[in-house]
């Protein structure tokens, strides 16, 4: 006897439908398991098996094919156990049982005969729905996160004997209970408030507008000023998570499997805290031995990616966040596919300004020009470009640190991103591809951040005086539009202007004109000749007691 | 990057001290180099020279007193002789520049060597205004400790005066102020803060019998020139200064405050401080160190 049963396999975010196939048969007593499967499907076959000896079930020896269809797809994973074990029930005893056609089946089996808990429960639960079933078995564990699902039945099950027993009849199906859904869409509080932080009224001001206008940031600052303090509590004046954003995110912690025990969605913006020692996969996400998981970047979706101590991060990881922070997405190919994540998170960095961390201190730094400058080079380029803000936060003084006024908590500043947050939204509703400021390019920046001619003739002063690059006056107006947008003014002053000035990136001053000019000698000046000098920064003089 | 890239026309000249172009002031030392191997000018025998000098890891304070040095005192003809180094050395051969006037580099390693390589634009300038670079190792030898010691009795040598703006107690510009002491040259230290690290080396010198320097018109009255018209003041006029502004001057310092500290200061949020911050600095009153450090500017 033949029977099918629904389930769902998993590629990237998204799932898809997988139909596995029983066929029981007379002939030498052997089980295969085909259809393009990965070792740890294969082995489902075994634990079923055992698990359904184990509960008593005894299977007759027949010959057993199993197929999970579509074949041509690489299948991965232990959730399909309780596809296969319903699938064997269903061939064997239960010939009319077809009223669970309509309903899917993921979950893991214990030899016990235990359901167990799987990853991205959600994601395969959404491709049910999609695929027009009417509901979903699931482990006991995992019915809350089925749950956001809506519009499905879902049951969950303890245990094989449970399974049997709603299998048996189509009233017993039924008339098994369902937990009523109690999915949470509340907005949790986080643990951590601006309240926290005394003094530092810069670097809070500057998370503020970073956080209203979706702009990237970087914090410098020695050692203990707070600049871990303040990332951290930057996902707190985030505006407050729709439902489909928590569901993207609920997803990708679910495929990660980082959802807590018991919970439907995540609830939270994600703030994540990558070590400097990370490797590249690990940020961007790669193949591991349960198949391609998400990385940091795309755990930190619609939250914050926090690098502490940029200029430590590996070159290689670090500009491979390039592509994917432009994109909002990031795409990981692999022999056996391509698998997108979204990776639509902020960036918040912090660095010390030299090695040992009081520059500009200099009673304190002894660190050499070249040393600070070649530890701040540690960060690349295209990096800083994409990060429109920077601030220095100032070292603490003990009187700041207890002092309990002149602090902001984290709902008063939230109340503020979200009123700059939706003079965005009414001023981008035409143009779909920009959600906040940062977004703008070049030419929605001509567009959207039209100067006075007062305010014109202003940033042109300034614009000679600090030398700036095209670049950095264009961070400089997406950042005063937000400063704009935070005080509702529909035009860029020249207060807004300035105030944007001062978080004016360290690009230029690390990448300015002489690094250009050293890349691109003119070519015109090239002439033949001895008389020609080297460049040779590497050596310091060794002798002690000459360092001028 | 080669030189030809800077593209300037400068012979490189090798000259002993039995050469007509030699510097007389170099043949009066003890030492002096037996060869000096010089691209673009020398300081003229008749030009009076000083050198200015101070640690590599200068504060900005430091930085802003050498090149306004520099500047005024180029403005009134006196070349400027320094090592080209990082800091002080080479912010007042910067204001030198600023100031239209001449300024010569005696490097520790070759000439065609740019050491440090920083400071290749200041190479290229230093030449393109009729100064000169010089070295007493061949053209190719690369920065060793031991020549940048001895090329100190150079840059003493070269010079009528050496002007100290910031050294550690312990530092390698001590070694050319002991040069010039053998020379017999006057050395003026500026004075700094009893507790700051790059005032102690100073304030040493002061205590063991160097000129104290409060302005170029101290040097110009030692070289007996004459000021001739130049605002040679370090205090700037306030005047022309908004009651805002002037509070917010008033608050910075020559050394630079971070925003935070201003902020508590005055009294005043980040948005309406942002905008007096960057009227001083576009009139020239203030400058801003780096992102969110602001200070006085002399």
Redesign the interface.
Known sequence: MLSKIHSAGLSGMDGFPVTVEVDESDGLPKSVIVGNVSASVRESLERCQVALRNVNIIIPPKRLTINLAPADRRKDGTHYDLAIVTGILKSIFLDDASFIDDYGFVGELGLDGKVRHVNGILPMVAEMKRAGLKGAVVPKTDIQEALVVEEMDIVGVEDLPDLCRILAKEESFTDYPRDTPRVSTRHESYNVDFSDIH?????V?AALIAAAGGHNLLL?GVAGSGKTMIARRIPTILPELSREENIEITKIYSIAGLLPEGSALMNRRPFRTPHHTITTPALVGGSSNSGVIPGEIALASRGVLFLDELPLFSKSSIEALRQPLEEKQVTINRLNGSFRYPANCMLVAAMN?CPCGYY?D??K??????QI?HYQRGISKPILERIDL???A??ISFR?ATSKDSSVSSAELREKVHKAREVQRMRFKDSPHLLVNADMNSRDIEQFCPLNRQSRSFIE??FE?KSMSMRTFHKVLKVSRT?ADLEDSPEIS??HL??A??????ED?LYGS?EE??SN??PN?????????????N?E???R???? | ???????FK???RELTPLDKDYPERLRQISNPPTTLYVKGQLPPDDMPTVAI????????YGLDVARTFGRVLASQGVGIVS?M?????SAGQWGALDGGGHTYAVL?CG????????N??L?GEILRSRGGIMSEVP??S????????SR?RIISGLSDAVIVIEARE????L??VNAALDQGKQVFAVPGRL????SKGCLQLIKEGAEILTSPEDILEYLHLKSAGEQLMLEKDTSALNPKQKSVYDVLSVN?L????I??KCRL????L??I???L??LGFSE??????YRRKL
């Open positions: 003094g530092q009224s810069f670097s001001r410098s300004p500009p200099r009673s730094c002894h660190c050499t020009e070249s400058r920077c601030v220095e100032s070292p700041e002063k300034i005086l400063i020249i207060t300035s105030e000035v001062s978080y004016r990136g360290l001053q002489m000019a050293l000698p003119d000046d090239r002439s033949r000749g001895t008389n020609s000098i080297s460049i040779s920064e050596k003089p060794k002798v007691g000459c360092n001028e | 990057m080669t030189a030809q890239d800077i593209n400068n012979e490189i000098i101070g640690s590599r890891t200068s504060t900005e090592g180094a990082m800091g002080a050395d520790g000439i065609n060597i740019c050491y440090p390589a920083r290749y634009r190479y053209l190719d690369p920065p060793l400790g031991k020549q940048f010691a100190n312990r530092s390698g510009t070694i050319t507790n700051d690290p790059l630079a971070h925003l935070d500290s902020i508590s949020p980040v948005q309406e942002a905008p911050l960057l009227e600095e576009i801003c160190t780096k992102t969110g450090f």
